[in-house]
């Protein structure tokens, strides 16, 4: 009988002693602790997963079957831009294909309703241009030491409302207005809560040329088959759902963890921990504040939040917005006064029917509710008329800040969060014995898949580092 990765079979069959001391336990089963656990897996190095949710993948969640022609959409993570290097190797690995999200007849990609009228992404980037020129320049002021750094700083200080104010002119005004509402719907914050460093730093001309890609199937097919291969011969033995983390303690060479499980409280030893949860979770464990962590790292524990994105996915029993006579939508339609950015997540799938996912941020994704699919059809109709009758009544709201395991949906920096914070967790604690992933640990990829598959690979093989030293 051959089962790989244990021991003995009174470590299968028998009671769980709860002595993990040569095993990692990796805090949290979204797609950062999956790559972590699949990376720490291919090392041969022995873990437990434990999630708090009943299923893996955190905010990677893929909305599936949802029409007559099987259409999909998501719920949290989705794109994958040509920068993306961690996640299109991870893909590549595990024979995962990635399609390139199609254009309309025209090439456009995101339209902006302004003014009662839509703007079209021609128009829009002539507009765009001078103040894209300027925004990179005064990007390029802000990479490097000295002087440089000491503008950046000083940026961070400053809220991306104030920032681009300072920037409006007679001629500009729209152009201005268009990056604050792309600015919301992408960090998920009111522009007065952003930092402008955070907005220029995100800036990157040559990544927003070229054409994103979506997983074929839906993000999901990503950490499903990442579950499929960490979870190991038995369910529920390497991968335990439904379990959370209370407390935490050092014990000389060992941390005792207390965890809530199913069936009850457990106390467990480890030598070596992940935190794969973001910051509003983390701050749920106790014990945290009394481990010796770098005050900088407690710091950012405490401090940092998550956006209040919300997800909307509404379906139609036909494509009305590709019909003539009318506006046509070939990709995001920014700037709706209620659901904000309207998106058309079906197109280049066959069929008749299609589907719209709405993104909100700020205080509009905060407060997204049971009436939400009213307030976005009211938008729809503003635009076309048809849109009532072409909906099939079926909506999926995700709420993301409503979610008590997780609390909000993606890190977004306050003014003067960024300087302070950022690269926090880049290091190892209790030399090399705590680490921590998520897409709130990158200093470049925060609020994407990005983030969260390169901090976990960064997580395992800085433990597998580790453990070579000690045997050494």
């Not at 503008?151 to 409006?168: G, I, P, W």
């Not at 524990?301 to 046509?328: C, D, R, Y």
């Not at 299609?354 to 909100?360: H, P, Q």
């Amino acid at each position: 009988m051959s089962l790989t990765g244990c021991g003995t079979l009174d470590r299968l069959f028998g009671p769980d002693p709860g002595l993990y001391d040569n095993e990692v336990l990796i805090i949290g089963g979204g797609l950062a602790g999956l790559t972590a656990g699949y990376e720490l897996k291919k090392r041969k190095i022995p873990f437990r997963i434990l999630e708090a949710s009943s299923r893996p993948g955190g905010r990677v969640q893929t909305l599936k079957f949802f029409d007559a022609d099987n259409h999909w959409a998501e719920l949290g993570g989705e794109y994958v831009d040509p920068r993306h290097l961690s996640v299109l190797d991870l893909c590549s690995e595990l024979n995962l294909p990635l399609d390139q999200v199609p254009l309309n007849a025209n090439g456009s990609a995101t339209s902006f309703w302004s003014r009662q009228q839509i703007v079209s992404q021609d128009v829009l980037s002539k507009e765009l241009s001078p103040v894209l020129s300027q925004l990179i320049r005064r990007r390029q002021d802000i990479t490097g030491e000295g002087d440089r750094k000491a503008e950046a700083s000083r940026l961070d200080q400053q809220s991306l409302k104030d920032f681009l104010e300072s920037l409006r002119t007679a001629s500009n005004g729209r152009a201005l207005d268009y990056l604050s509402q792309a600015a919301r719907v992408q960090f998920g914050v009111e522009t007065e809560q952003q930092s402008a460093l955070q907005f220029l730093s995100s800036l990157d001309p040559e990544a927003r040329a070229s054409r994103v890609r979506r997983i074929r199937g839906g993000s999901e097919s990503l950490t499903r088959t990442l579950y499929e291969r960490v979870k190991g011969v038995l369910p529920e033995f390497i991968v335990r759902f439904k379990t959370s983390l209370l407390s935490v303690k050092e014990r000389g060479p060992l941390f005792e963890c207390r965890i809530q499980t199913p069936r009850g409280t457990q106390t467990v030893w480890t030598r070596c921990l992940i935190f794969a949860l973001p910051p509003p979770a983390l701050r749920k464990i106790g014990g945290l504040k009394e481990l010796q962590l770098s005050e900088e790292r407690k710091s950012a524990i405490q401090g940092m939040k998550l956006a209040t994105h919300s997800k909307l996915v509404m379906g139609f029993n036909e494509k009305f917005w590709l019909g003539s006579g009318g506006p046509i939508l070939g990709g995001t339609l920014l700037g709706l006064p209620a659901s904000q950015s309207c998106d058309d997540v079906s197109r280049g799938l066959a069929g008749s029917s299609g589907l719209l996912s709405f993104t909100m941020g700020g205080e509009a994704g905060m407060r997204a509710g049971a009436d939400m699919a009213s307030k976005a059809l009211k938008d729809l109709q503003a635009v076309w008329k048809q849109a009532p009758s072409a909906w099939s009544k079926k909506e999926v709201l995700r709420n993301w800040s409503s979610q008590a395991e997780i609390g909000g949906s993606v890190l977004s920096y306050a003014p003067s969060e960024m300087s302070r914070w950022s690269g926090v967790f880049s290091e190892g604690d209790y030399s090399d014995r705590i680490f921590f992933a998520g897409e709130h640990t990158s200093t470049t990829f925060y609020g994407s898949m990005q983030g969260a598959v390169e901090s976990g690979r960064r997580a395992a093989a800085r433990v597998g580092a580790a453990l070579e030293k000690l045997l050494q």
